[in-house]
């Protein structure tokens, strides 16, 4: 399988977030991206390509052109106040707040676009992002030329961004990006697993009311993990959406059998709706160690999971989103692709 893979991710790093009271240095680091490289290369899963640059015209498919023009400016106009460091939010939409009109300025848009503080916008944060789609997309230009497989390395990760919103260390969202664009090169149905430990609140926004993309999830429950407010399931999609969207928010210590019975739904379902290619929102932070998450997968249950998602017998995108335990990220992420060539 081949690998796309951006150098350019290392333009974006982290000062740090605020999490439960304390600020902590970054979990999504740099090395995450560097330790999965290296184990593609360690087991020689197959050539790595630099990405093909993109339009932006593919991004504001799926996200308003506001969010993304943000992410572009934002951390020179958190200069020109007269400020150092990353940009952060300082407030954030609720009810009754005036979602119908964007505010003018640095910190009203920052509240207006974004969910949380863990995902702050540096001064070449923009490359990286970019980059990161662009490596999704190349991934997709992969499988239109006839590849049942694909490995898009992204850095930074996308799930948790929606059209309009940006948060848990995602900008823009490239598996949805890259959905997108499977529509418009020809595939008349597209269905995103996403294995991540966290619900993949981003996606499931972008697509609720269409059935031209199927989202099945598998997650931390939300009553009990980030990002909290979404994830239920009886989210089932909405209008012509609704029977598309499928949740299985699972509780703090899910192991192989609960977790995988999930799994084997979840295909079923995307085999049903005859999908034409899968796009697989690849996060590692199932895993056992991982330092951020309450789920106890091993790592021959990543190489399972490969060959579980194999068995749709349809093209496969594989975008990498989370995965914190940095030790262990290569060798699971790509346990997953090796498992999926069998
Ligand atoms: C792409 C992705 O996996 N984003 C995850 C974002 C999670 N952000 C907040 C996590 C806070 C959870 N608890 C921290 C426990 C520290 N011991
Ligand atoms: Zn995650």
């Given at each position: 399988m081949k690998t796309i893979f951006s150098a350019d991710h290392l333009l974006h790093q982290s000062p740090g977030e605020l999490i439960f009271g304390e600020f902590l240095?970054?979990?999504?680091?740099p090395e995450r991206a560097e330790l999965v490289l290296g184990r593609v290369k360690e087991v020689g899963l197959g050539e790595i390509r630099p990405p093909e640059s993109f339009p932006v015209s593919a991004i504001t498919r799926v996200h308003a052109p506001g969010l993304v023009a943000l992410l572009q400016s934002a951390q020179a106009e958190w200069e020109g106040l007269g400020r150092t460091g990353a940009a952060y939010p300082y407030t954030w939409m609720s009810r009754?707040?005036?979602?119908d009109r964007v505010p003018a300025g640095l910190d009203g848009r920052l509240a207006y676009y974004s969910f949380d503080c863990g995902t702050p916008i540096t001064k070449t944060s923009w490359q990286a992002i970019k980059s990161s789609v662009d490596v999704a997309l190349s991934g997709v230009a992969l499988l239109n030329s006839g590849e049942r497989g694909a490995f898009s390395?992204?850095?930074?990760?996308?799930?948790?961004?929606?059209a309009d919103h940006y948060g848990g260390y995602c900008f823009l969202n490239n598996a949805a990006i890259a959905a997108q664009k499977l529509l418009d090169d020809g595939a008349k149905r597209v269905a995103i697993l996403d294995v991540d430990y966290h619900h993949g609140n981003g996606t499931q926004q972008i697509f609720y009311?269409?059935?031209d993309v199927l989202l099945v999830s598998l997650h931390g429950h939300p009553d009990q993990e980030y990002p909290y407010l979404l994830g239920w399931e009886d989210e089932i999609g909405a209008g012509a959406g609704e029977g598309f969207n499928l949740n299985f928010p699972l509780r703090w210590g899910t192991a192989w059998p609960e977790w995988s019975a999930a799994l084997e739904a979840g295909l079923k379902r995307i085999t049903a709706y005859g999908a034409d290619a899968v796009v697989v929102s690849l996060?590692?932070?199932?895993?056992?160690?991982?330092?951020?998450s309450h789920f106890l997968l091993e790592h021959e249950h990543f190489t399972q999971m490969g060959a579980r998602i194999a068995s749709l017998r349809k093209p496969v995108l594989f975008v990498m989103e989370g995965g914190y335990a940095v030790a262990e990220i290569g060798i699971n992420a790509v346990n997953v692709l090796t498992g999926f060539e069998g």
């Open positions: 240095p970054a979990f999504e680091k009754g707040m005036r979602e390395l992204c850095r930074p990760p996308g799930h948790h961004a929606g009311r269409r059935d996060g590692v932070d199932t895993y056992k160690d991982d330092p951020i």
